[in-house]
């Protein structure tokens, strides 16, 4: 191929490559969790035995969901019943309070599916890491999510530094307040600065829990448990896993891809 062409016909394949995901994934990540294009569908039993797959799971039904195409799954009267027996979430995710950002809808997900923590900001305290340790240690669910997002008001509010916010809005001020720092340092207008710090608070509370003793640390250098970062974007209802998160997988840092649809 002449080098003209080649350029155009690599340029084409960039564009097709980018603009056919709403669910927004690098292809860094595509390649080593193989995330299919125009794939919508992945196992439930394979999600809950392999986290690698959940994920896997979590941005197909994400994909959906963006391109409006729902199928709310496992909702039915029999669905209920069977869920009576007992629950195994395959996902655990930390998620902000904000009504914009409810899980299951977004991941489109069902009854039993995701095991769910949401605070303003996705901040962590006692009872959240003691509700995560038990989604892993008895319910044995092996992925963690932490999803941030878009417009976040708790980082929105901890990037304005106040000296004296009311009653236990402090607590929120002050676990977010490294992330605004940090993105204040860095620099840019409000919603740069803003989106730099929501991204960082996500990686921040992904490290917090990948160190968190007794439980967690363990689980995930082990590599039973696997600890991500996400942001949702309230424009386009996709949700982006951040790389850094998934390349410093320990699977991955081993230099192995993902190979769990054997
Ligand atoms: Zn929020």
New binding site residues.
């Given amino acids: 191929m002449k080098p003209l062409f080649r350029n155009s016909f690599l340029l084409l394949l960039l564009l097709i490559g980018t603009t056919s995901l709403s669910a927004q994934q690098t292809a860094t990540i595509n390649r080593l969790l193989k995330v299919e294009p125009r794939q919508y569908f992945a196992d439930r039993d394979s999600a809950y035995l392999d986290p690698y797959y959940g994920l896997k799971k979590l941005i197909y039904g994400n994909r959906r969901f963006a391109e409006n195409k729902s199928i709310k799954p496992r909702q039915t009267d029999a669905d209920l019943k069977n869920n009576e027996l007992g629950q195994k979430p395959f996902a655990t995710i930390i998620g902000?309070?904000?009504s914009r950002?409810p899980n299951e809808i977004i991941f489109d997900q069902g009854v039993g599916d995701l095991f769910i923590t949401r605070t303003?900001?996705q901040v962590m305290a006692e009872a959240s890491y003691g509700t995560i340790e038990y989604a892993t240690a008895v319910l044995n669910t092996r992925l963690i999510v932490v999803l941030?997002?878009e417009s976040?008001?708790?980082?929105q509010a901890a990037m304005k530094l106040p000296e004296n916010p009311p009653g236990h809005v402090v607590t929120l001020i002050n676990a977010i307040k490294p992330a605004s720092l940090y993105a204040k340092k860095v620099g840019g207008d409000d919603k740069e600065t803003l989106d730099l710090a929501v991204r960082r608070n996500v990686i921040e509370q992904v490290n917090e829990l990948r160190g968190l003793e007794p439980v967690l640390s363990r689980q995930f250098d082990r590599g039973e448990v696997l600890i991500v970062g996400a942001v949702y974007n309230l424009h386009t209802g996709a949700v982006e896993f951040i790389e850094e998160t998934i390349t410093s997988l320990p699977k991955f840092q081993e230099g192995l891809t993902a190979d769990s649809e054997k």
């Fill in positions: 902000c309070a904000d950002v303003a900001g941030g997002h976040c008001g708790a980082v």
